[in-house]
């Protein structure tokens, strides 16, 4: 009998780049491993389909032309390994008048069916980068629907894309819709204090949230690597380093729910 207080998860990471079939090739490999390892949910980073420091015009074509397939490929592991798969793509906008694309997260289930597209709502404008140039922002909705959030048996899984990490206003709303889980994809770029602000952010997000915090990286030269797996305690369960490759962790639903009875921060806020 399926235990649903259990979830098998794995972070992946690998440096993508505009060489799609490479793409492709490390992704399958991650999807092998982790499936080899009895993987229920993976968690690959930000722009996993390229580069989204590209200029504009180039990541229009891409999102034009290559990303349904992209996403195709993407469903067909899935389906023929049997698992949930959360991958970064970069979308053309749902406006037509919109000439900037969707930096987008994509969930896909075991049947190879889109459950969720999430876009990015905080663009990365910061370390002398303005992504505001070529991606627009997600629309902010009053009912919250511009979230990503979706289930896994008894466990509730929350979208952060890469700068959003930085607002934990974010997080909270997510967890208000009843997330305990949050899955972060990311091209964490290097950078003056950057590492150090990855794993001291994944880790408050954790502890304030009392949450399980997945997160996924793209590897060096561009990004820092550094996925990792933590704890509702800010504890880092298993991490990558900066090869390519997988880690792998079982989440219990005992204990996250033994950590939020130790410590109910949740319950014993007084603003909101």
Known sequence: MMDKNVLRVAVGQFPASNDIETNKQYIQQLVEQSAAQSVELLVLPEAAMCSFASDLPVLQT????HTPAFIQFIQTLAKQYQL???VGVISPSEYSDEPRVQNQLVVINPQGEIIVRYNKIHVYDAFKFKESDKVKPADIKVDGSMLGVFKIKDFTIGL???YD???PELARALIDKGVNVLSVSANWIAGSAKEMHW???LKARAIENTAYVLASGQTPTKGIGNSM???PMGMILAGCGTEIGVQVQTLSLERLNTVRTLLPCLVNRRLF
């Open 62 to 65: 891409l999102a034009y032309q």
């Open 84 to 86: 949930f798969i959360v």
């Open 160 to 162: 952060i894309n890469c």
């Open 165 to 167: 990490l930085r607002f």
């Open 199 to 201: 794993e001291t952010l």
């Open 229 to 231: 797996i933590i704890d």
